[in-house]
């Protein structure tokens, strides 16, 4: 997906990321979503103990994230809790409760840009390892920049095939990302995968096929949804074009899907795989917790504004705010965002739900054509947690990032009915995140991202659609692996809902390292419902398992 929707840790020392790389050419085993995360995808949430914390004060998403300024992490403890002997974990008995699948993400470059399989004998041996303790599959990026690199509609799969072929001898499932998206480039980074070089050449002549804020700054992580109609790509539209990619890759993949080895497609809608305007991105010196900036000034998207001001008979209207700052802005600090503000407006409403009806309509586009490249395999989307602003009346971050959602306005129920109408999972990538205190560093950063969880995952539960998630930052500890079980399955959920899977990020020498992989092993147990013999369970008080199966919750 690339996540993969979240970066740097705002005001922190750098994480030393020097110890992740294989033998052989050096290969990104970066972290994550799209806040990548995000920001964690940078945009995403953190679970990480005091045992891991100094480890994760600064990291770089992959996914093809940018580097962003991130909030200090924490595990929202209180003052007299912070003490110097261990903690005794009280943990919940997840025997007998629903099996939820385990995916490992693999290595951003695990495939060279030359599409060559790196260092198969190595991943071969930890594809093993991941087998032994009865991981279910993998999840790999299939970039389009790899594949189609040098011209139009001439794809090359070679080294993905042969990661396809280790990936069954191992028995493992497949889970494959069509990242559309461009890769790296971020400091820390050992991998940069850029678009198609056909593509970044029609850009040189034409750059409104990438996303551009109003100042006409180009964001070419991926290509302008106003291009998704125009054939500006040698004669063909964007969508076909992702289109024909997935033709290519669905065919010349035949035998893993009849085998059923690839259980899922997700399927890149944006910057870093998420569906999502490019509205905060560090190549544009956005830092934590700025509200963004609007991403439609290219001439195709503007010619969709003023067609549609036309049609509601507002000719003025065809124009971006020009009171909504920049990207570092706080929502109070501008006319558009603040209490009261223009964002309320008749025009402000107008602008805000075109601007959010572009985003839905592009997924449902890509959507339904990859339903139809894939018909009879599960597919996915990947969507960003933008939690910050969260406690404020505009929501001014995920305005900005496409998301309708202000506090009179549920901004995620469209997207999450757009899902259904193709029978899409929506893989949320902070809804892992269980608690994130920021009030020390960021208290005016108003961010919620425990609220935000909870709407869009009752969002997508509520229209009976599929949830699943991954970590966004490295996880190796109990008290993490903890935090992650407890939002997959929540306690005394009446109806039973459960993550539909869980993708680790990702597979790397330090999660190998014995002592961490005895930990993860068993977290994978408790995941599939399976008993373990160390749990700490509170002597005082028995823990109610969690009622309910997988066929409560609606493929």
Not at 249 to 276: A, Q, Y
Not at 375 to 399: D, F, P
Not at 531 to 552: E, F, I, M, P
Request: with cysteine.
């Amino acid at each position: 997906m690339a996540i993969s929707s979240i970066q740097f840790l705002h005001s922190l020392r750098p994480f030393n990321a020097s110890f992740f790389t294989t033998k052989t050419p050096r290969v990104s085993l970066g972290f994550r979503s799209s806040v990548d995360f995000n920001l964690c995808s940078l945009c995403s949430g953190f679970f990480v103990s005091s045992s891991a914390r100094s480890r994760a004060r600064a990291l770089v998403r992959d996914k093809g994230e940018r580097i962003e300024d991130y909030p200090p992490v924490t595990d929202s403890v209180d003052d007299d809790q912070v003490v110097s002997t261990p903690q005794k974990l009280h943990e919940r008995d997840f025997t007998d409760t629903p099996y939820v699948p385990i995916y490992v993400m693999l290595p951003l470059g695990v495939v060279s840009m030359n599409c060559e399989l790196v260092d198969p004998e190595g991943l071969m041996d930890q594809l093993r390892i991941l087998k032994s303790v009865n991981v279910d599959g993998v999840m790999v990026d299939c970039w389009w920049g790899i594949v189609e690199a040098n011209a139009p509609q001439v794809y090359n799969w070679s080294g993905y095939r042969r990661l396809f072929q280790i990936v069954r001898d191992q028995k493992l499932k497949l889970q494959v990302v069509m990242s559309f998206h461009e890769c790296g480039g971020n400091v820390g980074d050992d991998v940069h995968i850029p678009l198609p070089h056909w593509v970044t050449e029609i850009g040189q002549s034409n750059p409104d096929i990438y996303f551009t804020d109003r100042d006409g700054r180009r964001n070419s992580d991926c290509l302008s949804w106003g291009i998704d109609k125009e054939r500006v790509l040698k004669g063909r539209t964007a969508v076909e074009v992702y289109f024909d990619y997935m033709r290519s890759f669905r065919v010349e993949f035949d035998e893993f899907f009849e085998d059923k080895i690839i259980s899922e497609i997700e399927v890149g809608l944006g910057p870093c795989g998420e569906l999502r305007y490019p509205s905060y991105t560090a190549k544009h010196d956005w830092k934590y917790p700025g509200i963004g900036e609007f991403q439609c000034y290219d001439k195709y998207l503007m010619k969709s504004l003023t067609k549609a001001a036309e049609a509601r008979g507002h000719l003025n209207w065809a124009r971006g705010p020009d009171n909504a700052g920049s990207y570092n802005s706080t929502p109070h600090e501008t006319g558009f965002f603040c209490d009261g503000g223009e964002y309320d407006s008749y025009y402000g409403k107008f602008f805000l739900n075109w601007y959010s009806q572009v985003l839905v309509d592009h997924g449902d586009r890509v959507l339904a054509l990859a339903n139809l490249a894939f018909e009879g395999t599960c597919i996915a989307s990947k969507v960003s947690g933008i939690h910050w602003w969260y406690k404020t009346a505009s929501h001014a971050a995920e305005l900005t990032a496409g998301f309708y959602n202000p506090a009179n306005r549920d901004g995620y129920a469209p997207i999450a009915a757009m899902l259904k109408k193709h029978g899409a999972a929506l893989n949320f990538t902070c809804v892992e995140l269980r608690t994130l205190d920021q009030h020390e560093d960021f208290p005016e950063a108003l961010a919620d991202p425990e609220g935000l969880v909870w709407q869009v995952l009752n969002a997508a539960w509520d229209v009976c659609i599929r949830v699943a998630s991954e970590n966004a930052l490295p996880c190796y500890d109990r008290e993490g692996y903890n935090k992650i079980l407890e939002n997959a399955k929540p306690l005394n959920d009446p109806d039973g809902r459960h993550l539909s899977a869980f993708t680790y990020l990702r597979l790397s020498p330090v999660l190998m390292e014995s002592h961490n992989f005895m930990e993860f092993e068993r977290f994978v147990k408790r995941m599939h419902g399976e008993a373990v013999s160390d749990l700490q369970a509170n002597s005082n008080k028995k823990q109610t398992k969690l009622q309910g199966t997988d066929d409560q919750v609606a493929a």
